[in-house]
């Protein structure tokens, strides 16, 4: 069962990419949101980019139209920190990827919030410990919460942060189910779960068209048209299950196949130069059928949305 949300007012720090769409997760779930971020382009449009998120989900009919209104009445906008963090109680740090700057943020976060109030770093490859350096009011309550790009569409994220109190990680992976996001937690390793499976397949498609074996459309067509229809719905412990009689006899069975392929077969990419980088994209160009780079945006989030409401439908 769903633990009741005990947490009512949350601060998103930085409005960049990652913190606007955060914004709209706690926003639709009718948690006060209070987003801040330098002054800047970003803050001045944040809301905007907010509520055309929100127009969107109501126009695929996730939300009703109404809870646009209702949503966006839960958010406000600052670029004092102190008055973003005052009664939050959570903090979702989105700056950029600079460990410098978020040691900084995490200082002046952790010594303007009481040390019950944990605060997640969006953080993609930076160490939690290492961000929460100098953090000295309640370090424990510092840990990652590495979302998937863009939260409120794609639910999937990551929790971890191997010096923080397992209590505080249990805490916000019960908020976030609450709020429908899909949590998992992980030890603390590079990449964590989701880009290291990622960065394996990228590796892959490098070596495929560097050493020109397909074009950048057929890695694209590889996924798009192959694995990627079953792995929203099986992932690869799934797929050896239904490639045999059961997942047991897969993984006996194709043992010496895999490990043929990652001892002898795999070769690692270790660069790329402009040349590659032309042909690449000269190649790609065809998989975006004349979509502008917005409109191919526009339509993958509508794929993504679809998909995932037929996956709740079961
Ligand atoms: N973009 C992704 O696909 C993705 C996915 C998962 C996690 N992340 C992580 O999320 C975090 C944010 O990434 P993003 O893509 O949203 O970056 P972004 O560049 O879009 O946004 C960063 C924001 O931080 C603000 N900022 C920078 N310095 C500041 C300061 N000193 N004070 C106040 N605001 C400041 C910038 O104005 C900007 O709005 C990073 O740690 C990144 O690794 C990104």
Redesign the pocket.
């Known amino acids: 069962m769903k633990q009741e949300n005990q947490i009512k007012k949350v601060a998103v ?7 606007y769409s955060w914004g709209v997760v706690f926003a639709r779930n009718r948690i006060d949101v209070t987003m ?3 002054k ?1 382009k ?2 001045d449009t944040v809301k905007s980019r907010m509520e055309d998120a929100l127009h969107f989900l109501a126009e695929e009919k996730v939300i009703a139209p109404e809870d646009v209104e209702e949503a966006l009445g839960h958010v406000t906008v600052t670029d004092d920190l102190q008055e973003a963090l005052r009664d939050a109680d959570y903090v979702q740090e ?5 460990l410098g ?2 040691r ?2 995490f200082k002046q976060i952790s010594d303007l919030t009481p040390p019950h109030v944990p605060i997640g ?6 160490r939690i410990q290492d961000i929460a350096a100098d953090v000295t009011n309640g370090p424990e309550r510092c840990i990652v919460a ?4 863009p939260p409120h569409l794609i639910p999937f994220m990551e929790i971890s942060g191997d010096l923080a109190s397992q209590e505080v990680k249990d805490r916000v992976f019960a908020f976030m189910e609450s709020i429908g996001q899909k949590p998992i937690q992980c030890k603390e390793v590079y990449g964590y779960v989701l880009n290291r499976i990622q960065l394996s397949l990228i590796q892959e498609a490098l070596y495929l068209v560097q050493e020109q074996i397909c074009s950048t459309e057929a890695v694209e067509r590889a996924l798009t048209d192959g694995l990627g229809l079953r792995w929203a719905f099986t992932g690869p412990y799934g797929v050896e299950e239904l490639n045999s009689a059961c997942l047991e006899e897969g993984l006996v069975k194709y043992k010496d196949y895999m490990l043929e392929f990652f001892t002898q077969e795999q070769k690692k990419v270790t660069d790329y130069d402009e040349s590659f980088i032309r042909r690449a994209v000269e190649e790609f160009r065809p998989v975006m059928h004349g979509k502008t780079h917005e409109e191919y945006l526009k339509w993958r989030d509508q794929m993504v949305i679809r998909t995932r409401m037929l996956k709740e439908k079961k």
Not at 146 to 149: I, R
Request: net charge negative.
């Open positions: 720090i930085g409005c960049g990419f990652i913190g801040y971020n330098r800047s970003t803050l989105c700056l950029w990827e600079d700057l978020k900084d943020i770093s969006s953080c993609s490859g930076l590495h979302p998937t790009n």
